[in-house]
Nanobody, 130 residues
Framework: EVKLVESVGGSVQAGESLGLSCTGS????????MAWYRQLPGSDCELVSS???????YYEDFIKGRFTISRDNAKNTVYLQMNSLKPEDTAVYYC????????????????????????WGQGSQVTVSS
């Protein structure tokens, strides 16, 4: 069974930092585009960042300069380091593995969370208080 297991999220104050991790198993992790999405209340998932192996990361403008995505293929793990968090970053964060390539992901910046186009983690609640 394919699995993506995310670390537990957390609650922080505005301006603080939080890191998430997501470890995959039973699929070709190094061949997947790994992405982080987030779901605000009442919304679909919106792309936060994505990273192919041996490529430059992609960041959405609303987190550029504050969040950093990285991956360790030897550990089948993708990370999202979130700095200078804002209350509007409060959301459920999902990692996803997608084999369709970055271009396909960028055509679907908003998508149904946990859709059938890839593998998804269980979601991590991140709450940022002002």
């Amino acid at each position: 069974e394919v699995k993506l297991v995310e670390s537990v999220g957390g609650s922080v104050q505005a301006g603080e930092s939080l890191g998430l991790s997501c470890t995959g198993s039973r699929f070709a992790f190094d061949g997947a585009v790994m992405a982080w999405y987030r779901q605000l209340p009442g919304s679909d998932c919106e792309l936060v960042s994505s990273l192919e192996s041996h490529a430059e990361p992609y960041y959405e403008d609303f987190i550029k300069g504050r969040f950093t995505i990285s991956r360790d293929n030897a550990k089948n793990t993708v990370y999202l380091q979130m700095n200078s968090l804002k209350p509007e970053d409060t959301a459920v964060y999902y990692c996803a593995a997608d084999f369709r390539g970055t271009a396909a992901i960028l055509r679907m910046r908003r998508r149904q969370c946990r859709d059938d186009f890839g593998f998804w983690g269980q979601g991590s609640q991140v709450t940022v208080s002002s």
